[in-house]
């Protein structure tokens, strides 16, 4: 591993408004290794040069992985402070946020390096506590946070109700490879470093087949592609009920993969073409509150939001394996927080209900 401290560099170069500084750290192989030794995101990497003589970051290789790609030895990894961003400091902010040490998930600690979402980690806590002062001025993560979800964080945990053992899946692996190297990298040789637990249609998008046999290890019964959509599909009745109580506050959520974009941003009404904006000097919240004065308002409104973008399928598709439980609950109380400000089981819909109780355990 490189235990050098990295040298953070501000590029004044073209282009330097389009790619940040930051951008690096998890898209190029040297910007990995580089803040790799780090113990905060919170670090900024040249993407070209700057100075005579430097040359252009690669493209992400065996190398970021890898300390040795003939053996296979990889990185060791200890426990790092996520960030997120705000635009009152033109860069990221660190947020007391430091969890997944290898000594608990080991070699997956370089997954949970960049899928912990690098915009908003640790925001929805953020939103609850109002500090700092200078929030967060986007409502999302970026990207694929799915390190948050294993591990019941990142998501807007309302009042004191306890978020934190919700799912098992963090288990696997324990003080092993842990559990992304373990679910994804249990195919078929020759294939495991394709990633991907399960083979989905190109043009539909359906599940077509289950290529990890960790889910049928650790289940007892072999995981089938139609159990797995049949999942998929409760999960976005879920998450469509959020967006409809949103939608019925004036917040209309648009993924905007369908547009050819790659991020979801919320709008003020269904054109979308208004984007709701968020005060960057003031607690983000009490934008949204000076709008949205019947309950709930503020914090928690704000925290519903974040929720939908945050289990997404644009920002976390997996969030319905990795931790349905954590997801289901994070959007279930997000309902029933939107329809009358208070998290009492009234006003959610008949189908969540069923739902909810379909899966007592996953």
């Known amino acids: 591993m490189n235990t050098t401290a990295p040298t953070i560099t501000v590029i004044t170069g073209p282009g330097a408004g389009s790619y940040q500084t930051w951008c690096g750290r998890c ?7 580089d803040q790799a030794g780090a113990s905060s995101s919170n670090t900024a990497i040249p993407l070209w040069p700057t100075v005579a003589g430097q040359t252009m970051l690669d493209a992400v290789a065996c190398d970021a992985c890898h300390t040795d790609v003939a053996t296979g030895a990889t990185h060791v990894l200890g426990a790092f402070t996520t960030s997120y961003y705000s635009a009152a400091t033109a860069f990221n902010v660190a947020v007391n946020k430091t969890y997944a040490d290898a000594a608990s998930i080991g070699p997956s600690a370089i997954c949970t390096r960049c899928h912990s979402g690098r915009d908003s980690s640790g925001i929805g806590q953020l939103i609850k506590d109002g500090t700092p002062a200078a929030a967060a001025t986007v409502l999302r993560t970026h990207y694929l946070g799915s390190g948050l979800t294993l591990f019941n964080t990142g998501g807007y945990h309302f009042g004191a109700t306890d978020y934190t053992n919700l799912g098992s899946h963090k288990g696997i692996g ?8 373990t679910c994804h990298m249990s195919n078929a040789a020759g294939a495991r470093h394709t990633f991907w637990p399960i083979e989905e249609d190109e043009t539909t998008g359906a599940i077509t087949a289950v290529l990890s046999d960790q889910c049928g290890a650790c289940h007892g019964v072999a995981m089938t592609a139609a159990y797995l959509t049949e999942v998929r599909n409760d999960f976005k009745t879920v998450k469509n009920a959020l967006e409809t109580a949103l939608q019925a506050k004036g ?19 269904a054109a979308h073409t208004t984007e709701l904006t968020f005060s960057s000097t003031t607690p983000s919240y009490s934008s949204l509150a000076a709008t949205y004065t019947v ?3 503020g914090q928690d409104l704000m925290g519903a939001a974040f929720n939908l973008a945050f289990v997404d399928y644009i920002q976390e598709p997996g969030a319905y394996v990795h931790n349905w439980e954590y997801a289901r609950k994070l959007l279930i109380d997000s309902i029933d927080l939107v329809a009358d400000g208070v998290i009492d089981g009234i006003g959610i819909p008949a189908a969540v209900v069923a739902i909810d109780a379909k899966y007592p355990s996953l």
């Open 174 to 181: 324990a003080l092993g490879v842990g559990p992304c190297v």
């Open 251 to 269: 917040i209309f959520y648009r993924n905007e993969l369908e547009t050819g974009g790659s991020t979801g941003r919320f709008y003020s009404s």
């Open 295 to 297: 309950p709930p308002t």
């Open 27 to 33: 898209h190029t192989s040297k910007g990995f290794v």
